[in-house]
């Protein structure tokens, strides 16, 4: 069975001064001429194209609009939180062992130079 060809996804994205993505769509890769003449820079994501804006339109759009704008708000909250919560001690766990390491090898290459090896 001849496997898929799976090709990276770009998207354009609306999103606000903080960073908050509030809406992105698949677009087609800009071609390298595109890319050229107009300075696109193309992040990890796949974001090819960002518009910033502030959060103003928000309050004015309709109802509907604005229960998915709290629904995307409260999503980025939740994901700060766990990140926060979970990834942050396990880093700063990484962090204290890689410390004490360095100072074991500090130790045993202040040990060793004191000899001829």
Do not use: W
Not at 8 to 33: E, M, Q, W
Request: contains cysteine.
């Amino acid at each position: 069975m001849r496997r898929q060809r799976r090709r990276p996804i770009h998207y354009n994205a609306i999103s606000l001064f903080d960073g908050t993505v509030l809406a992105a769509y698949p677009v087609r890769k800009p071609t390298p001429k595109a890319i050229n003449r107009d300075n696109i820079k193309i992040d990890d994501e796949g974001v090819c194209q960002e518009l910033m804006e502030g959060g103003r339109h928000i309050v004015r759009s309709s109802e509907e609009g604005r229960f998915r704008f709290m629904d995307v708000m409260a999503n980025r909250l939740n994901a700060r939180r766990a990140v926060r919560e979970i990834a942050l001690p396990e880093i700063a766990a990484v962090r204290e062992e890689v410390a004490a390491l360095r100072s074991q090898l500090d130790r045993i290459e202040k040990l060793l130079e004191g000899r001829d090896v």
